[in-house]
């Protein structure tokens, strides 16, 4: 009995154990309420196909989207006094800082990274909702203030993403003071004539859009984003009466000129290499349609010289196209040619018999 118990039994256990079965493997869109599995929502960049709904995206996820090959350089900021008030409310701060880096991987909610974007060098800056709520501490201004510094040393455009709800409430006066402090670094930005581009994503409140969210040379906004400084319920209960339908979401915003433009997430790295380019005064270099510009090997280097010749003569066109379809490219099927029996002719009966 023992060794039906302390080996079969197991191992008969063992097949019909079930699997644990992450919590996070769907995903449930607040919109439309459609399930999308995990992998594909990653894949197109936390955007629903069903409903079109733009999930919150983590700042590793933004800056993979927004260079060149997925390669960045971190942009490392003086870190300041951990908890400076020796705040406490139903925990400690300093035991929710650990809590928050421990589930984040993020040492605070801003992350600031340096490298390309479509061949132009870019300094960018992404908030990230998951660290305590994107919240605006020593740290995180202290991150803003080291971008810009980076992007004066550099002379390259300044991109953030915002998304924050406002101040970090157990840092006190500290935090408020990050208001003046990324102002200050904007205005050395505009006076040495640098882009200052600011994508505002959801939610993007508070304190925050009081100071360097609202200060860009270019504001763009992601679809459906809410974007105020106090929340639509707070002001419905100061001022007494119903707000409009879609009252501080970035639609309503780009009607009324708080934004310049909603930008869809998946056309976003091009419009910001794009706007880049032009307020840098370089020319605007198109993304491949493919991965590589590489040419295909079938095509002959004069013909590759004749095509990038501006201006070229008629038949230098002419005997690059003849080139091009004897080497295989451009060539049209043409369709065989039907062969078809003639037709034998049809005779009367009428006048045969007459004549017969």
Known sequence: M????????????????????PDDLWVKCPDSGQLIFHKDLEDNL???????YHMRMRATDRLNMIFDRQEYTIVEAIKGVVDPLGFRDQKKYSDRLKDARSKTDMEDAVVVAEGRLNKLAVVVAVQDFAFMGGSLGTDA???IVAGMTRALKKKSPFVIFVASGGARMQEGIFSLMQMPRTTVAVQRL????????????????????????????????????LIGFAGPRVIEQTIREQLPGGFQRSEYLLDHGMVDMVVHRHEMRVTLARLCALLMKQPVQEEPETKTDLVPDTVDSDVVEIIREPGGKMEDTARAKSNKTTSGIGKKKTAPKRTTKPRAKKTNTKTAAKES
């Open 141 to 143: 201004g202290g991150a």
């Open 190 to 225: 505009r006076d040495a004539g640098l882009p200052y581009i600011v994508v505002l994503t959801d939610p993007t409140m508070g304190g925050v859009t009081a100071s360097y969210a609202m200060l860009g040379d270019v504001h763009i906004a992601e679809p459906g984003a």
């Open 2 to 21: 023992n060794w039906i118990n302390n080996v079969v039994r197991p191992k008969l256990q063992g097949i019909w154990k079930k699997k644990e079965v």
């Open 46 to 52: 936390y955007v629903v196909p069903g409903s079109d």
